[in-house]
């Protein structure tokens, strides 16, 4: 699958004892965490209580170059954020983290998540006289954080009281004069980090791939329900949220959203898809002489599909290595298939072959047609298309845009149909049973409920989306 | 006098019963009030009820370009601001207009001044849960009006409730979903006027040079203390908040702000220039062979002094039409004195003539001092300069820039001592009396605070510059 | 007028004997010099026979930052270049300095004027295997002089030998790894100046006003035909093509193009413009109240005119100091007349009053118009326009963009016709015989042709304007 | 590895009988061509003999939006170039299609390739009067074909006296005003093929991965010396110079600069390096666990040597998708490994095996030795390093920037050496005999001289660096 689906975001932290370049790994954890948001991005550097931030929208090394790093500055504390990209709701306001100025001192916010309350909650803080300045649940959750920050004793308590209010998915880090803040809501739907650098810097991070690209080393996941405060003492943990629910897990960023190197929950995303590749083919074999995936979240289940089948795995497609948000999208160029410009069939690969193509989810199947398609123009006999995920049938409350039922084709059409439409000879989904087994030694439930409609917490009568199609402007 | 007093900002509104070119007349109007502002600028266009905003860093034709302004799109209403340039401010998140959501509806805020109370309301509000994004008092303002939009039944009625907590100078915009409002303090500090188009279309601007650049007619000032209500009933006044204090508009608005082709209070500005010569003559007549003004500012007065003193008047400078805000300053060009830069002496008026050289202000001495020096090199044989403006002994609290005594060079000096510093052979200020009567027939009472040190409000101990050094990053 | 003429180029070099700033000596140079190009410019560095340059479109300030002048480094001879501005011809290519590669080693030229004899040497030597990748007549000069110069001992003799070829008016800066170059055409039509620096480095530049910006002082303009040679032995001078013709300096100089500020052949464009409207009172005297300019070159002739007639001199217009290049151009603001947004009047000047309105020359007269109206509609009871040019007949072929008789307003309709359509009460125009006796002891002869038709030098039979239509892309 | 060797260049041209999108066909080839060269790009259309173009450093989509792409506009033939990438030689003046203007009319030129004899011709030019503005190629051959133009009776004629001169490698595109031409030197160093769109239209490409961009299909490859001339009459050809040497055509194409999904002389790019695995698993056999490519070029060849020793393939780097050209370059980032950044090692392949590592070449060995240690230290046991080529040994004069001796770490080292500098347990590189057999079917010999030294053409004896260190500036 090719971009269809978006993470809202990802989140990256840094607390050191010293000043030091906290602005810079901050960036390089952003930049690991990239394919989590490409919409806009923002770093806020704490250098002794003088919080500076910057944040536009763009990719992160589009947004800071070497003077913007340098006007950050160092500091001993730090937090990031990516925010995904969708055209309507482009916008610079909404870029995170959030800087709050306060009585008690700025504060700084980043999340990754949905509320399905935040409706009912901005109304509320709206009727007492608040002012929202744009559409991000972290604006809602810095109002109920500083709702009762005067009456706690510490920002700690505040966010532990404020916790009690927020309702959905939430994975955040927080950041005041003195402490970084890190917490999970307590069902645990997106995941969450502790890494630790060679010096003793604590570390968080909305994946692990992003501690290994500045040197640090995973500790482990923050605990759903868990505050994680950092501070001069050393880090420490507040379990008031813990055990409440059982926990439930995006199993969609096993297969699609995290990244292979990344370790969520004790289990590796690389592996978990070479599961899913080996799954795929036992519920759906067949007679074939090559198998391969669609780059690059489609890539490892292939190959574990290959593995499994015993039929070779092989490179079907070429990538542009170039492909930029630039690029320009005419009648023209999308009458020749956007497809094509950023993939193209290796020939030699399929020519005359039985292929399986193997690719991580079907969501309206316009893509997925297109890619069969250029795969039948190489030359291919035989193409049967095994799909890692089960077919979205509900919508995402909890921070991806799987949205309303029209648009998802298995919502619209039967099997058959969708084999039709897509043009492939045969067409096998993995089973909701073996999703959830992909991560063998994962330690916590998972969330299927885009499969299944089994929400692991009410959701609101109207769809999701609508949230984010409130616009005030730019 | 060279752009070192600086105007906080200027805003523009428009009204018209059809969906028309909103967005391109405010821009317009925004760029004959771009030297009340340079550092940023933005626009909101209501579209029945939509609102759509952009602001940024850069001057009017930077920020906007034909792209920018489609965007922004047409409309029925429209508020514009600029905002002044002082480096260490420079900050996105403190362009105007401030937009902001509210469960009665949109509202969008733009004001030029300054609270004598921000920080005290600030704190109450803080205290009370509101979460700040930017230091602007627009931002204040903003709180004041919500915390009583619930219970009050129209928004000019939640504007009437606030203006009771609000202490100082505003002249301001504001847009909700169907209405336009203005409103000026009951003191009256910065300047108002109301215009109307051609097709019956109303219009807001700080300075009615705005209503030339777009067709509109001067219609009247805004009163001290009033409330303008414009909706599709026409227009109509509150002014439960006039009369309650004496008026005091600040004289130096007709002395540098405002631009000579507008019209204060009845009064032109240019003429109040002209007027400022001739009472600088005057008081401080002197035997000489040519009168010159420093561009711009300094123009209208010398050709006052010069008709008053039958002395010939003279171009003694060219302006470099050319100087943009990125002008490079280094140490080389430094050194060359930046003055030379931008301006140049026309040595056949001033070589060998014994040269009265008027100006508007003094404030540190040192672009007196460069100016004196360049007529000096050029061959004057003897200079006198007259400063339309008395010495600046005291801070303004009201929205301009004239801060702290240790920089005011008449703080420091005795009269002797500036005269010797900035090179000239003799020097004479404007006195305290003319200059209450240089807007002959306005119809207001002036603040001149700053010569006289008679505040027309209790103003605070901190000196008022701290309130813009409060910085939370950007 | 108001920038409907357009100069072609100007020029500047700096030639210090130790290495030193000439990068940002020459740009403020250039900065000085903005009013004569606005379309592109350019800076050539030579660090030791190292070349470095950069040239770009846009505005001095524009194309060069901080970064732009470090990278560009100091060196001991440099030269600069700035370019006007017709939207059809805005091309990089264009832009100049010129910079070439030779076996004899790197060379630099930069040049302002036009050649009458360009297609007949460009065709010349095409075909004896030229490439050409500008339609600059600066690259025509520099195969005429790479022509000669392998089997000259020098590069001022290759020089020297091109000079016979070339016809035309060009003031031309060249530079070679050890020399800098100044050389005026035998007829002096562009003029060009030599200062020196008070370390005694020496200066050329198209006016002295860019020695001011400096700190040089004038030592003398160059010769028609000169060649000026600067090297490590000095400054001296080639004679060989100087009073072979009578010299023709551009009239139009003093009226329009040079900066007041600047002495060009001893004479003060300040004060020529003063006589200007001396003159023009003689010539068309009228019952008044009031004398005004329309800034910024009708200042100084309604000085002279004022002066001369007695009539008081007033402040008619404030000029918009914020225009750029970037202000936005739509139908609306079209409609809503374009002059009005750079211009408006000071109502208190003009209301009521008999005007006598100077301007410098009229073209097409549409901008006239919307002066005169502006006047109107300000109130004026009466408006006599007064310029201080003769009508312009015929066409420049001499490096101004005064072009095809079909669109010179002159050329079209009788003076009745004119006043009546710029909606004037009169109009005068200065006669051909005063505007010769402008620059009271220049010691030069001056090209009228665009008002005469006597062309100094035989022109070719296709218009001028063709050269420039000449379009290869970008 | 990783982008350490540099192709110079890319062609792409179409021609078809109407005017149509030629602009953007260009475009989508030139994108699919921008793995050989990321510094620079261009495009010139040529609308019924009015040539309009663009260029300028940066990737495609950077230089070329949709504003861009329609000032391009529609036209029947057009050309286009990437250009490689190294700081110091970055210049927009470089930058081609060249387009140059000539009394026979206009003509525009790309090509890839390195002259050998270019110093040499660029001297006698410039001794016959000719000026140079960059230090291309393109600018030498184009004086060689125009030196020929006013004698020949057409261009291709022009051209065919051209390549009499010409030595070295070149692969050409040529646009006049009404034909395409293309042409490949006699040796065929650089590939260069045909393909025809649907209707009817020729396209040229460097590869046959931008016919699949575009839907074209492809034709056949530019003979080594044919001239291939697209006119109205279509496409004929001129094989002159066909015949006259052995072909020799970089064998370092199918190793590392081609695009796997490209068809080289009748020989897939993908298959090749499948093949270049089995050669090298058959001459440096070991015991292993997993076998994994450096992305992306190392993959094929990997995936080919897993095939012929059964040890499974695996999944051993993620890569960031978002590399940018912008990445910072800190004191930092560099000490954490710059690698790191852009790629990670998915530990759950590697930890705990004996890993075979393929790799396409070894320049200077820190990359190598980088990645090995990343890999090292996601807990393999063993780390058995293999190559697709040969030792580099020796300069490349064709157009690559293999360079000098002393940076080549096979010409510093012994294989141990070199084995224990890049922290290896074992090292092979293929044979000299086996990568002459990579292309199977290819039917032309090729040139690998920088492996043996053995150049088919006489070679300067200055270092072919050299002509891109001469710099006039920008």
Known sequence: MFGNIREECGVFAIYSKEKTDVNIQTYMGLYAL??????????????????????????????????????????NISIGHVRYSTKKQAARNNAQPLVIRHVKGPMALAHNGALVNSSELRTKYELNGAIFHSINDAEVIAYAITE???????????????????????????MSPKKLLAARD?????????????????????????????????LRDVLPGEIVIIDEDGLRSDTTHCNKYESHLCVFEYVYFARPDSVIEGS????????????????????????????????????????????????????NRYIGRTFIQTTQTERTNAVKIKLNAVRD?????????????I???????????????????????????????????FGTDIDSREKLIACRMSHEKITEAIGADSLGFISVGSINKLAGNAKCGFCDACFTGKYPLEVPDEPPVDKFTRKIGE
């Open 148 to 174: 009762r920050r005067l009456t706690c004793t510490s920002i700690e308590e505040a966010l532990r009281e404020a916790m009690y209010k927020l309702k959905g998915a939430y994975s955040l880090v927080l």
């Open 268 to 319: 590796s995303v690389h592996r978990a898809r070479l599961r899913a590749g080996k799954y795929l083919w036992r519920e759906h074999p067949v007679e074939a002489d090559i198998v391969i995936g669609v780059p690059d979240s489609g890539l490892d289940a292939a190959l574990g599909l290959a593995r499994e089948s015993g039929i070779p795995y092989g490179i079907g497609f070429i990538k």
């Open 34 to 75: 990239q394919h989590r948001g490409q919409e806009s991005c923002g770093i806020v550097v704490n250098d002794n209580g003088v919080f500076t931030h910057h944040r536009d929208l763009g990719l992160v090394p589009e947004v800071f170059d070497s003077e913007r790093l340098n006007k950050l500055g160092k500091g």
């Open 363 to 397: 969501v309206r199947g316009t893509t997925s047609k297109r890619i069969v398609s250029l795969i039948r123009e190489a030359g291919a006999s035989e193409i049967h298309v095994r799909i890692s995920s089960p077919p979205f049938l509900n919508p995402c409350y």
């Open 186 to 218: 307590p069902i645990g739907f997106r995941p969450l980090s502790i890494g630790i650098m060679p010096d003793g810097a604590y570390v968080i991070s909305s994946e692990s791939c992003a501690f290994d690209s500045i040197g640090a080393e995973f």
């Open 349 to 361: 690969t399929v020519a005359g072959k039985r292929v399986i193509l193997v690719d991580d989810s």
